[in-house]
């Protein structure tokens, strides 16, 4: 498909069936990484502004429920995409890793809500960790080599601990050591 067939108004409906059809499959996922991977799926090299525009267009027209995510507070945050808004409320059932040799995603293109799912899976397997060990050991289990303090991966995994707290799925011990209140 050219830049110019997927920008014509003619093909919108077929255009948002696949944004829902990709949304489904992979939900959450930032939407950044849909449109790249749309793009890309129908052949198209380079993303412009106006490709961009078009498949914000495209989001919108489809409903897609989606949650803001900001790592640092200062910027306006990304856009994470939802099969269902109900979701974005609650812990992940699952967590992505990259395929064996494969570079991570952007922290920034990770949920916290998936990123949470990882921090009870690595607070389950460890038996409890302190806070500083278990943002290092659950960037590693997302395929982080190093969660330096002030790394986007570091600040989401930070989010993610604060998230599973805030979903009542972490305890802390009198030595503060993390541990999963119940297999989740």
């Known amino acids: 498909m050219t830049p110019e067939t997927f920008c014509d108004p003619l093909y919108t409906k077929a255009l948002a069936e696949l944004v829902m059809r990709i949304v489904q499959a992979e939900s959450p996922i930032s939407f950044d990484l849909l449109s790249s991977e749309m793009l890309e799926m129908l052949g198209i ?19 897609v429920p989606f949650s803001m995510q900001s790592l640092d507070g200062e910027d306006e945050g ?42 009870l899976d690595t607070a389950e397997e460890q038996l409890g960790l302190p806070r500083q060990s278990l943002i290092t050991e659950t960037a590693k289990a997302l395929g982080f080599a190093r969660a330096a303090s002030t790394s986007d991966c570091y600040k989401l995994c930070d989010k ?9 799925a972490l305890s802390i011990d009198d030595n503060g050591f993390i541990t999963p209140l119940e297999t989740n």
């Open 45 to 63: 090299t380079k993303n412009s502004a106006k490709l961009k525009a078009r498949c914000d267009y495209l989001v919108k027209y489809s409903k």
């Open 160 to 168: 993610a601990v604060d998230f599973a707290f805030g979903q009542d």
């Open 78 to 119: 990304t856009k994470i995409l939802w099969a269902d808004q109900a979701s974005s409320y609650c812990i992940s059932p699952f967590y992505r890793v990259p395929v064996l040799g494969g570079k991570p995603r952007k922290a920034s293109d990770i949920a916290v809500q998936e990123a949470a799912r990882a921090v």
